[in-house]
């Protein structure tokens, strides 16, 4: 285990996530903080970054102009931005920083990025779904 693994799972630990599963050859953990939204978020050390994703929702049969609003609201997220996956069936928020000179504030800032981003978005988000 390195020493940044270590260090990344110390913040989370900070910042009251829980962690729900971990991968110590991997350097992956999973944590949640249901009251904020988060679930099954993974952080993951593939150095030289860090990658936080998180899973938001399928992408719907009929998306109608939901990449088009994706990108309008990645606009207004001052962290990360909600991305689809490489098959192109889900949706989810994804931020990357540097390991080298991470901090505990810069952790804190992109996941909570992530809880705004949903606070403001989320309900819109879910109508594309009904």
Known sequence: MSDKFQLVKDYLTDLDLKI??????????????VENGIQNMFVDCEAPILVIEQMIMDVPAQPRDLFKRLLQINRTLVHGAFVIDDEGKRIIFRDTLQLENLDLNELEASIQALSFGLAENGEELLSYIR
């Open 20 to 33: 729900v599963s971990e991968d110590a050859a991997e350097e992956l953990v999973v944590v949640e903080d």
